[in-house]
């Protein structure tokens, strides 16, 4: 029994844009972020979805509340979808975070898997957390359609377990604001069909960044 997951990463937040550290800090979406999630939602309307679940953070709940309200449906929030905890690098421009913890940070953009920011979470985390959470929810729609709304960082460690691809694949995997993914999940092996697909954005501003 097989349970196709639409991954969604939220849409743009001025800390995107601004390339700041995000984390667990509560961020809201821009203008744009809000025009990308009507979008994605317009893009999932033509589907049969059972259900929608989201990040709690309000960057992806609103982005759910946007495909929910299409469907139908109201979105559930699972605390283990949320965004990776950055510790004290949240609220911290990448440039500021690579001045004061060189050695951190670089190590973060060639080994990210071999990283924990300071009071923060590491990857092999994320993706156990992540991946316990979307197990729960397929077991719980089996054969059925469900959008998953999270974060750059959560949707690239389900993607890389959905692969079977290590946590050192983390930089070889995007995902723009407001981008698409498509699983299946409950077959042998899982399967990836769709990954960081934005054609339903044209028209939009470009924000290409995988921040």
Request: glycine residues 8%; charged residues 25%.
């Amino acid at each position: 029994m097989v349970t196709r997951i639409l991954l969604v990463r939220h849409g743009q937040t001025e800390w995107n844009r601004q390339e700041i550290f995000r984390g667990r800090t509560d961020v809201p979406l821009s203008e744009l972020g809000v025009r990308q999630a009507i979008a994605v939602a317009a893009r999932l309307a033509s589907g049969e979805l059972s259900a929608v679940y989201s990040s709690p953070l309000q960057r992806a709940m609103v982005t759910a509340q946007h495909v929910a309200a299409a469907a139908g449906l109201t979105p559930r929030a699972v605390e283990d979808l949320t965004d990776m905890s950055f510790g004290a690098w949240e609220g911290q421009p990448h440039d500021q975070v690579r001045a004061r913890y060189p050695d951190l940070y670089a190590r973060w953009l060639s080994e990210p898997h071999r990283v924990r920011p300071p009071e923060g979470e590491t990857l092999a985390e994320v993706r156990r957390r992540a991946t316990d959470a979307v197990q729960g929810i397929a077991a719980d729609h089996p054969n059925a359609t469900v959008a998953v709304v999270s974060h750059r960082v959560v949707n690239k460690m389900l993607l890389c377990a959905t692969l079977g691809l290590g946590d050192d694949a983390f930089w070889r995997i995007r995902q723009e604001t407001g981008c698409l993914n498509v699983l299946e999940w409950g077959g042998d092996p899982p399967r990836v069909l769709l990954v960081n697909d934005v054609c339903h954005l044209r028209g939009l501003e470009p924000d290409r960044s995988d921040f």
